[in-house]
């Protein structure tokens, strides 16, 4: 089966410290893999995407994350987080398959503190 | 610039009323696709579409039927609104295939029923 873990529903750290979001997917053919974010009251808006290649991608706003097929993991980080990096991000799995439904995680609120 | 519009923003319904969620998109893609978002759950796929006249069912369908009229137009209807289903609906649109298998999101519709 299919599924996408995020084992930390909240991360709190201090402006300008570094980050890392932790995200482990389940699936045994050749995931394709994002990373989301959501600001307050407002929709998803796409972060970064894996699809294959060099496993470090890199996505808006200094974000970026790794992709380890031996560990099942798509990590998210950042090197110096600020105050408006405060949402909450979601880790999604593509299996690539006919509709391309998408797998979520349930989602990190990440509060950075001023 | 991507596009999806929803309407309303926020619904407020009774119990056993009919509710229409409307959802429009600009980016010419083929499939379009309801989700809730619920507090530990993520988002989970509800009704999805592959074209004009075309509807399938997600993971939760039960409860919601789906109508797409056109290439740019997806609606979710609730023909018998229940509290269980007061939550914040969102929809997205997507290409498929080697070129794309991201999603751009709707700013979502916030659904009470009372």
């Known amino acids: 089966a299919q599924s996408v873990t995020q084992p930390d529903a909240r991360v709190t750290v201090s402006e300008g410290a570094s980050l890392q979001l932790r995200c482990k997917y389940s699936?045994?053919?050749?995931?394709?893999l994002f990373w989301y974010v959501q600001y307050p009251r407002q929709g998803l808006q796409l972060l970064l995407k894996?699809?294959?290649?060099?496993?470090v991608v890199q996505g808006v706003n200094g974000f970026e994350a790794e992709f380890s097929k031996s560990n099942s993991s798509f990590h998210l980080r950042k090197a110096s987080v600020h105050w408006s990096d405060s949402a909450v991000y979601f880790c999604?799995?593509?299996?690539?398959?006919?509709?391309?439904?998408?797998?979520f995680g349930i989602g990190t609120l990440l509060s950075v503190k001023p | 610039e991507a596009a999806v519009t929803q309407s309303p923003r926020n619904k407020v319904a009774v119990t056993g009323g009919k509710v229409t969620l409307s959802c429009n998109q600009t980016?010419?893609?083929?499939?379009m696709y309801w989700y809730r978002q619920d507090t530990g759950h993520g988002l989970r796929l509800i009704h999805y579409?592959?074209?004009?006249?075309?509807?399938e069912k997600g993971d939760i369908p039960d409860g919601y039927k789906a109508s797409r009229p056109s290439q740019e137009n997806f609606s979710l209807i609730l023909e018998l609104a229940t509290p269980s289903q007061t939550s914040v609906y969102f929809c997205?649109?997507?290409?498929?295939?080697?070129?794309?298998?991201?999603?751009?999101f709707g700013p979502g519709t916030r659904l009470t029923v009372l």
């Open positions: 997205a649109s997507g290409g498929w295939g080697v070129v794309s298998y991201e999603q751009y």
């Open positions: 699936y045994s053919g050749t995931p394709y």
């Open positions: 894996y699809y294959s290649g060099d496993p």
């Open positions: 999604v799995l593509s299996a690539g398959s006919s509709g391309n439904k998408l797998i």
């Open positions: 980016n010419n893609h083929n499939n």
């Open positions: 579409s592959y074209g004009a006249g075309s509807t």
